[in-house]
């Protein structure tokens, strides 16, 4: 027997052709089987990679291992690393199971909670506010949850904080005068306004008071922050820019407002009653028309704000897109 | 996926510095010959999806072992893949004999199936099965696996004749099983390169 004769046996067409089609028809996975087993394998190479380079992160720390010269870890004392590590998260995912416990609003690590939240928020003007709307968002959770409870102490501890990230972050975005920014916040608070006034139909009765308060003063301070970041230049149609944003002609809310216990956003697109609280008049919801000379007296003056452009000037000055009120 | 030799080692030496990226161009090369073999090898498809998952999950813990001296990568997972399998036979004691190749034949006879004769399929099933372990493991190797005769035997741990010898006589067993008339024989095509096709 040569090599010669089992290529041509094996060469024969017919034989081929028949473990082709076997191979193909009954050997071969299909698309279900193949995403299963690359994702679980995928998986297993991920959480590889991770011990990888966590191991070598605690090879690095331990200053004596590289001395004796021998630099090679024993398969040994790799998976005891493994194990230690997956100890140590173990360990790590218990205590924060308990400080998540602790980390609710009111709770002992509530503050620093706030505080890691804070710490961690991107700098970029548009990112950072988006990130604090975030953050919002997750408080006004909180206070619904808590409210729906009846805990009337963690329900103001979270609209507590809703108040004082609101204020921080209005003062952020005034400070980078970024338009994107200011109209993401202003639209993200307009909502979260709403869900204020949400929030205080689901008050229970025992905790009524104290809660609707809380909220009440949330929702001044929302409007006050919609009215400070109003005037920040936002990246507007150029068509139409009179009737944008509704409340800033005055026409629309500010014409029809009547003295209320509580402030609306200014751009909320809807100005028709509410079942709840409603706007005051904001000063600066007074019309304008294209007459008008730049320079508004506003309620909260601003440094750094971009001024206006008039008839007068040229529309160059500003952002192209931005028209006036 | 085509991968020239190069290729895969530089994938190889990128997967064992800890690049699941590569681990997984590499999965998506052999995942189809090396699934093929294991599933010719054992009882139930979901055996040789488990154990085809079970070779790479090993194959990239002993990376950080595996030195391609003389041995290339693909051989070396195939000698890992027949590891695994005799594994799973010993302590299962499912090897595929006759009666189990017919039910293994049975399954999912899709419209496709019907189009190629689903009863070729179910005696090319038979005639598989009735090889001995060695000839089947060879002939695995190499038409599903795409090994050569050489990298056939590095797997086995045999010498490259003794591969041949078993082909030859799994292939004229088969083949008379088969009812496959010699007259049709061409006599032009190489096996490895044969084996390749089906493997790949």
Redesign the interface.
């Known amino acids: 027997m040569t090599d010669g004769m089992i290529d041509v046996m094996a060469g024969d067409v017919r034989f081929r052709r028949r473990l082709e089609a076997y191979a193909e028809f009954r050997l071969s996975p299909d698309l279900a089987t193949t995403s299963r087993m690359r994702a679980r394998v995928l998986a297993h190479a991920h959480r590889h990679a991770d011990l990888e380079r966590a191991d070598a992160a605690l090879t690095i720390v331990q200053p004596g291992a590289g001395t004796s010269g021998d630099v090679t870890r024993s398969p040994r004392a790799v998976r005891r690393t493994a194990l230690s590590l997956m100890a140590a998260a173990t360990l790590l995912v218990s205590v924060a199971g308990v400080a998540a416990a602790a980390s609710g609003p009111g709770g002992a690590l509530y503050e620093a909670r706030l505080f890691v939240e804070e710490v961690t928020l991107p700098t970029d003007p548009s990112e950072r506010a988006i990130a604090e709307l975030d953050r919002l968002a997750q408080r006004l959770a909180e206070a619904d949850a808590a409210a729906r409870a009846g805990d009337h102490v963690a329900a103001a501890a979270a609209l507590a904080a809703y108040e004082r990230i609101m204020a921080e972050a209005s003062s952020e975005v005034l400070a980078a005068n970024d338009p994107v920014a200011a109209a993401a916040f202003e639209t993200g608070i307009g909502r979260n306004v709403e869900v204020l006034q949400a929030l205080i139909a689901h008050v229970p009765a025992q905790a009524a008071a104290a809660i609707t308060r809380a909220v009440e003063r949330a929702i001044e301070r929302s409007a006050t922050a919609i009215d400070r970041v109003h005037d920040v230049p936002k990246p507007t149609p150029a068509a139409g820019g009179a009737n944008n944003g509704g409340s800033g002609t005055g026409g629309s809310a500010g014409g029809a407002a009547t003295p209320k216990p509580t402030k609306e956003p200014a751009e909320r697109p809807e100005p028709t009653a509410k079942p709840t609280k409603q706007p005051a008049e904001r000063p600066e919801a007074t019309p304008r028309t294209p007459n008008e000379p730049a320079g508004q007296p506003e309620p909260t003056p601003r440094p750094a704000r971009t001024p206006r452009p008039t008839p007068d000037a040229p529309q160059g000055g500003g952002p192209p897109s931005h028209q006036p009120d | 996926m085509t991968l020239d030799e190069t290729a895969i080692e530089r994938l190889v030496q990128e997967?064992r510095?800890?690049?699941?990226w590569a681990?997984?161009l590499l999965?998506?090369h052999y995942?189809?010959p090396v699934?093929?073999y294991i599933?010719?090898r054992v009882h139930r498809?979901s055996d040789?999806?488990d154990l085809?998952?079970l070779v790479?999950?090993k194959a990239?813990?002993a990376l950080p072992r595996y030195e391609a001296r003389g041995i290339p990568f693909g051989g070396w997972l195939f000698r890992l893949a027949r590891n695994c399998v005799i594994d799973h036979v010993r302590t299962r004691h499912d090897h595929l004999d006759l009666e189990a190749a017919t039910q293994?034949?049975g399954r999912d006879a899709?419209p496709?199936?019907v189009t190629?004769h689903r009863q070729?399929?179910d005696?090319?099933?038979a005639a598989?099965a009735a090889l001995t372990d060695e000839q089947r493991d060879a002939i695995a190797l190499r038409?599903?696996g795409g090994l050569s005769a050489r990298e056939a035997a590095v797997v086995m741990g045999k010498q490259e004749g003794t591969i041949?010898?078993l082909?030859?006589r799994a292939?004229?067993a088969?083949?008379r099983q088969?009812r496959?008339d010699?007259s049709?024989?061409?006599?032009?095509?190489?096996?490895a390169s044969?084996?390749r096709?089906?493997?790949r």
């Open positions: 997967a510095v800890g690049d699941a681990f997984g999965f998506d995942h189809l699934y093929r599933a010719s498809p040789a999806e085809t998952q790479f999950v990239l813990e293994h034949a899709g496709d199936e190629v070729e399929l005696e090319v099933a598989l038409f599903f041949r010898g082909q030859f292939i004229a088969m083949r088969l496959i010699e049709t024989t061409t006599g032009g095509d190489d096996a044969d084996g096709r089906v493997g």
